[in-house]
């Protein structure tokens, strides 16, 4: 069965420090994407950004990146100089044809 | 207006009674799913849907149906809803699971009282 680990429940970062979610997962597959979603209180769920596995460079959008370790099933989201709005539940999603997604991570921005 | 969109938005209902949750996208995708998401548990697959003749159940499908009416339209059915269904319930849909992007609908808050 697909399994998704998200191992930090709730984490709080400093306005405009940087803050690493964790997540790792499991596949068979060697070609897949995968996923980092945002829920802020509004609850609407939004892509943060995307990487693909066969890719060596790790995708960046703004000031969102990822650290993704391919041998290891690792996949962590790194944000850069937070910012209040970047409070929210951040979900990871691997690779599956029924989208799976992780428990989510509660992230909390202190100004 | 939105890509994804779902009714009603808020529910609140009794135990016992026959609920029915409507999600509708103009994104053209194949592909359907519903969603469950309870604090500390994430989001959770009732049911997706790959394309109108195609339906298929995910985690946690019991107490749920659903029916795909046209490649727009998934709907989501609760016969006869319990308190343990008090939930928020997300529709998505993409056109391919393993590379595309998921858009999602705004949500149902459901209450079964």
């Known amino acids: 069965a697909q399994t998704v680990t998200q191992s930090q429940p709730e984490m709080s970062v400093q306005e405009a420090e940087t803050v690493t979610l964790s997540c790792t997962y499991d596949?068979?597959?060697?070609?897949?994407?995968l996923f980092w979603y945002k829920q802020p209180p509004s609850r609407q769920m939004i892509l943060v950004i995307r990487?693909?596995?066969?890719?060596?460079q790790n995708a960046t959008e703004n000031r969102f990146s990822v650290n993704f370790q391919k041998a290891a099933k690792s996949f962590s989201l790194k944000i850069s100089d937070s910012q209040l709005g970047d409070a929210a539940m951040y979900f990871c999603?691997?690779?599956?044809?029924?989208?799976?997604f992780g428990p989510g991570t509660s992230l909390s921005v202190i100004p | 207006d939105a890509d994804v969109t779902q009714t009603p938005r808020n529910r609140i209902t009794k135990t016992g009674k026959r609920i029915m949750l409507e999600c509708s996208q103009t994104?053209?995708?194949?592909?359907m799913y519903w969603y469950r998401q309870d604090p500390g548990l994430g989001l959770r697959l009732i049911y997706y849907?790959?394309?109108?003749?195609?339906?298929n159940k995910g985690e946690i499908s019991d107490g749920y149906s659903v029916s795909r009416q046209a490649q727009a339209k998934f709907s989501l059915s609760l016969e006869s809803a319990i308190p343990n269904q008090t939930a928020l319930y997300f529709c998505?849909?993409?056109?391919?699971?393993?590379?595309?992007?998921?858009?999602f609908g705004p949500g149902t808050r459901l209450t079964v009282l």
């Open positions: 998505a849909t993409n056109q391919n699971g393993r590379v595309d992007t998921q858009y």
């Open positions: 596949t068979s597959e060697s070609d897949y994407y």
């Open positions: 994104k053209g995708h194949d592909r």
């Open positions: 990487q693909e596995a066969y890719k060596q």
């Open positions: 999603a691997p690779p599956r044809d029924k989208v799976i």
């Open positions: 849907s790959f394309d109108v003749k195609d339906i």
